[in-house]
């Protein structure tokens, strides 16, 4: 059963970091693509960043391109999100989702399989 577990959320200032974390298990870890996601208060999900663990290419939404990355530890089955620069916008939930296969338009929220339970994340202006 796959199991997708996030942590590291928090509140900080604008201009602060934080590193979520997303702790896989249950499945074959190397050929699957990641996401990270956020909602927003009162808005819809969004797709933030994603990365294939066999090769750890990465993908990158516009508006945190600069600021966010996306990696990996492969020995953990771990995921990692670091957050920089952080904006009072990027407040709200951030989950980690995965599907098995390439990452390659994997964008939408319906084409991932699997989702973690998210982490809040608060950023004060």
């Known amino acids: 059963q796959v199991q997708l577990v996030e942590s590291g959320g928090g509140s900080v200032q604008a201009g602060e970091s934080l590193r979520l974390s997303c702790a896989a298990s249950g499945y074959a870890y190397a050929r699957y693509c990641m996401g990270w996601f956020h909602q927003a208060p009162g808005k819809e999900r969004e797709w933030v960043a994603r990365l294939h663990t066999r090769d750890g290419t990465t993908y990158y939404a516009d508006s945190v391109k600069g600021r966010f990355t996306i990696s990996q530890d492969n020995a953990k089955n771990t995921v990692y999100l670091q957050m920089n620069s952080l904006k009072p916008e990027d407040t709200g939930m951030y989950y980690c989702?995965?599907?098995?296969?390439?990452?390659?338009?994997?964008?939408?929220?319906?084409?991932?399989?699997?989702w973690g339970q998210g982490t809040q994340v608060t950023v004060s202006s």
């Open positions: 989702a995965a599907v098995e296969g390439s990452c390659i338009g994997r964008w939408a929220g319906v084409q991932f399989d699997y």
